[in-house]
Nanobody
Framework: QVHLVESGGGLAQPGGSLSLSCLGS????????MGWYRQAPGKQRELVAT???????TYADSVKGRFTISRDNIKNTVSLQMNSLKSEDTAVYYC???????????WGRGTQVTVSS
């Protein structure tokens, strides 16, 4: 069983920063790809960023240059640093893990990120 628990969401102003963190069960780190997805109201869930076990990264075009994904295989955490936030970044953000590069086999419960002045 894979368990993922997100933390760090909240309210930020446009242009501000937030950092999300995800703590996972021990067996997956060092093996699985990890990722972050988001779902805004009325929209489908979309990939934000993924990070493979080998260090390969994938970012949505909308967040390139603003968001950075990282992982710590000893602490079993994956993080998402979000800078230069925009109102359109408002969504529920989900931590994910999986065997493939898109890391979409397992999901956390999500954490709300709201960007508003």
């Amino acid at each position: 069983q894979v368990h993922l628990v997100e933390s760090g969401g909240g309210l930020a102003q446009p242009g501000g920063s937030l950092s999300l963190s995800c703590l996972g069960s021990g067996s997956i780190f060092g093996i699985y790809s990890m990722g972050w997805y988001r779902q805004a109201p009325g929209k489908q869930r979309e990939l934000v960023a993924t990070l493979t076990n080998g260090g390969g990264t994938t970012y949505a075009d909308s967040v390139k240059g603003r968001f950075t994904i990282s992982r710590d295989n000893i602490k079993n955490t994956v993080s998402l640093q979000m800078n230069s936030l925009k109102s359109e970044d408002t969504a529920v953000y989900y931590c994910s893990a999986g065997r493939g590069w898109d890391a979409n086999d397992y999901w956390g419960r999500g954490t709300q990120v709201t960007v508003s002045s």
